[in-house]
């Protein structure tokens, strides 16, 4: 079982994913799916790893500022199934 996502691994997330559309308040968790289903939910905002991924790289595009993708997609939580 992996360590709960700190503030700031969401906070950086919401920051990649804005990149690419995804405009979420500090309050919404980014969450992770494997499933075609994406959006609001209760757990927080589901997004696929591949959307995290692509818009890490957008990011850097943007910014400048390297964000490695599969480590932050290795730090955000998934849903659970139940």
Do not use: H, Y
Request: net charge negative.
């Amino acid at each position: 079982m992996s360590a709960p996502p700190t503030a700031r691994t969401q906070e950086l997330a919401r920051d990649v994913l804005r990149t690419v559309g995804i405009d979420l308040p500090a309050t919404t968790a980014v969450v992770l799916t494997d499933g075609d289903r994406t959006g609001l939910c209760a757990e927080g905002f589901l997004v696929n790893p591949s959307q995290v991924a692509g818009a890490a790289e957008q990011f850097r595009l943007i910014t400048g500022e390297s964000i490695d993708g599969d480590r932050l997609v290795d730090a955000l939580p998934w849903k659970e199934v139940a």
